[in-house]
């Protein structure tokens, strides 16, 4: 009865805040409630997306709805603020940065890709960055950071105390090395559970929050996530997580969104999605600690109540020099290409086999690359130098690798236990349900484990990227000076030079079966 009691209140608190949101002035602040706005994995979207969803300015107007609403709010991020379109590649997170300390974010912590541009460039943001960072298992003594970075936060409301601690995910295998030197990383679970204990039996706290970037469920053995977390736990009340862009909805259900703890208690795990197309708004009553939380879409409702003109003017001269690029038509694309496994990988990685063929002059036997590294799909029609640049953000270059059979055999099966990633047409894997790898074949034979090839693929990837840590085995035959994106660049101005346009296939090369 007392679950129903509760769901009934919150439905009616929830409309309450609904009108707020929607049609600002016609409710007053509840005191006894503490809202947490929450984002994840933004990755340098400041305008809407092609799908009208998303712009710093819309979350703006949705935060300071909420504020209005409500007497205790919180804004916090949960990492990869950063990366993913031109505003980064061309600026380098300026803007970015920028926009969290004009949207009042209170708390953050790092995502991986805030380290892509080294630690040296992330403490230049960090050192003026008004939102309190936190992380409770990276220790940054010796670098640039040290001392930007809180093991942890406590506020009170309502006489209550929270506590907030932040959990970022290893860095081998997931971040350049050289990016991350000096950083000291402390093992996920022992630190959740010993800083969640110390909050509780040390500091008084009474509800303890993890904000992580660990992703919600685990693709890879290398790592825990957060469900791993919270089932080898017993002092979280609640997870504000990113990553795996999971976009946590309890109303369709699945994935869920509450999680069984090590007590068998259910606790909230939350994650918004990417790219700031919702907002999550975590609702805890103060007086027992209740949870509600839900998703906010971001789109063109709040439109007509922006109002922002001091980052208007500064967004100016950025979109001036963002729109450039991205009206500077290089190329046509013969059809929509989604990111992720299908058309767009594809001609990605046979592109690459092309391009490190010609560059070295060797004769490749194939190319594998990783569909993360591509961070924009390909549109039907006109492409732009905007969007390749986009497309290929990172500091990349190619690598060319002899990898004995075994070690190629390895390194698919890495690929396998993430679920699959990108090969060259002339490299079939299949892989069972429980990412086991049943065959690979190269040219339609078998894979020979005492033999050489000749392998295509990124520096990242060479060195263990992705967790692909038997390609780090191979002998270095060829590595590029320039990043890729200039590399793709020159192959589709050639293409247009040729008359040719944009196309592959949309055959899965690394495929489940039954």
Known sequence: MKTIQYSIVMKIRNFILWLAIVLPGVCEASAEHLVILTTNDLHSVITPDVDGRGGVLRRKVLFDSVRVAEKNVIRIDAGDAVQGTVYFSEFGGEVEYK?????????????????????????????????????????????????????????????????????????????????????????????????AKMLKNEKGVDFVVMISHIGYDSYSDSRPSDVDVIGNSTDIDLVIGGHSHTRIDPARKKPEWLVANKEGRMIPVTQTGNQGKNVGLIDIDLSNFEVDYRLLPVDK????????????????PFMQRVDSLMNNEIAV??????????????????????????????????????KGGIRQPMPKGSVSEGLINAMFPFDNRLQILELTGDQLLRSLEAMVKRGGD?????????????????????????????KKYKVATLDYIANGGDYMFPMKEGKTL???????????????????????????????RMKKVD
């Open 301 to 316: 409702r709040y439109d007509s109540r922006i109002n922002y003109p001091e980052i208007e003017d500064y967004l100016k």
């Open 99 to 195: 926009m969290m300390d004009l949207l009042g974010y209170d708390m953050n912590i790092t995502g991986n890709h805030e380290f892509d541009n080294g630690i040296e460039a992330l403490a230049k943001y960090y050192k003026n960055l008004k939102s309190t960072a936190i992380s409770s298992n990276y220790d940054f003594s010796g670098t640039l950071l040290e001392g930007m970075f809180e093991p942890y936060v406590i506020k009170e409301y309502a006489g209550k105390k929270i506590g907030f601690m932040g959990i970022n995910l290893n860095p081998s295998g997931m971040i350049v090395g050289a990016n991350y030197r000096g950083l000291a990383f402390s093992d996920i679970v022992e630190t959740a559970n010993a800083v």
């Open 333 to 370: 694309s013969a059809k929509e290409m989604p990111r992720g496994m299908g058309a767009l990988s594809n001609w990605v990685c046979d592109a690459a086999l092309q391009i490190s063929s010609q560059l070295s002059g060797l004769d490749l036997d194939c190319s594998i690359m990783n």
């Open 422 to 450: 990108i090969t060259s047409g002339n490299l079939l894997v299949t892989y069972n349900a429980d990412r086991k790898m049943l065959s690979a074949k190269l040219n339609g034979k078998k894979i020979i484990p005492t």
């Open 478 to 508: 060829f590595l590029d000076n320039v990043k890729v994106s200039v590399r793709y660049l020159a192959y589709i101005k050639e293409l247009t030079r040729q008359g040719k346009v944009i196309d592959a296939s949309d055959e899965l």
